[in-house]
């Protein structure tokens, strides 16, 4: 299976702040990374596809980069209901859609 | 609206098995496939595998291969999941989500979440 490693794991940030997670998979996915926001108790929400697409409905705050085996995603100024849980994922290998461990986006 | 609506918890022993549904509506069900997506507590999430609405080709992953099974019913535009021989380490809340074919899949839109407990 393609491992897929998120750093940090978990990051302290203030309202404004402009925030960026990391994803980085064991081989070369291409463009083929997807980024979810989840908040407790509900079902996680799309974010950001290949790479670098913005989901429709999702604030023009959120974008990805990246391609090959290293991913952003940039939060440019964060917004009190940002404040979550992000996951990426690779849909790369069909055999197996992985998803990183999680960042914890906490209030400073 | 498009949305997935997946049936109430669930509570088993271990050694049981457990049946999921996920009922679709707002869109063509057959056009897209569903994974399944399970989240122990406090944990990441896990993808189980997947199943195409059109043809049930189902790719389930490795470590559930044997004891998980998908299917759907065009007639009702529901996916399940099955999961059997059920142990304490499969306590967790159980996801549909719809994919949507993009570079590679997104999953673009999910259900609710269904809690299955296993405990004796």
């Known amino acids: 299976d393609i491992q897929m490693t998120q750093s940090p794991s978990s990051l302290s940030a203030s309202v404004g702040d402009r925030v960026t997670i990391t994803c980085r998979a064991s081989?070369?996915?291409?463009?083929?990374l997807n980024w979810y926001q989840q908040k407790p108790g509900k079902a996680p929400k799309l974010l950001i596809y290949?790479?670098?697409s913005l989901q429709s409905g999702v604030p023009s705050r959120f974008s990805g980069s990246g391609s090959g085996t290293d991913f952003t995603l940039t939060i440019s100024s964060l917004q009190p209901e940002d404040f979550a849980t992000y996951y990426c994922?690779?849909?790369?290998?069909?055999?197996?859609?992985?998803f990183g461990q999680g960042t914890k986006l906490e209030i400073k | 609206q498009v949305q997935l609506v997946q049936s109430g918890a669930e509570v088993k022993k271990p050694g049981a098995s457990v049946k999921v549904s996920c009922k679709a509506s707002?869109?063509?069900?057959?056009?897209?496939?569903i994974s399944w997506v399970r989240q122990a507590p406090g944990q990441g999430l896990e993808w189980m595998g997947w199943?195409?609405?059109?043809?049930?080709?189902?790719n389930y992953a490795q470590k559930l291969q044997g004891r998980v099974t998908m299917t759907t019913d065009t007639s009702t535009s529901t996916a399940y999941m099955e999961l059997r021989s059920l142990r304490s380490d499969d306590t967790a809340v159980y996801y549909c989500?719809?994919?949507?074919?993009?570079?590679?899949?997104?999953?673009?839109?999910w259900g609710q979440g269904t809690m299955v407990t296993v405990s004796s």
């Open positions: 199943i195409s609405a059109y043809n049930g080709n189902t």
């Open positions: 290949a790479a670098s």
């Open positions: 081989q070369s996915i291409s463009s083929y």
């Open positions: 707002g869109y063509t069900f057959t056009s897209y496939g």
């Open positions: 989500a719809r994919e949507a074919a993009v570079a590679g899949i997104a999953f673009d839109i």
């Open positions: 994922q690779q849909s790369y290998s069909t055999l197996s859609y992985t």
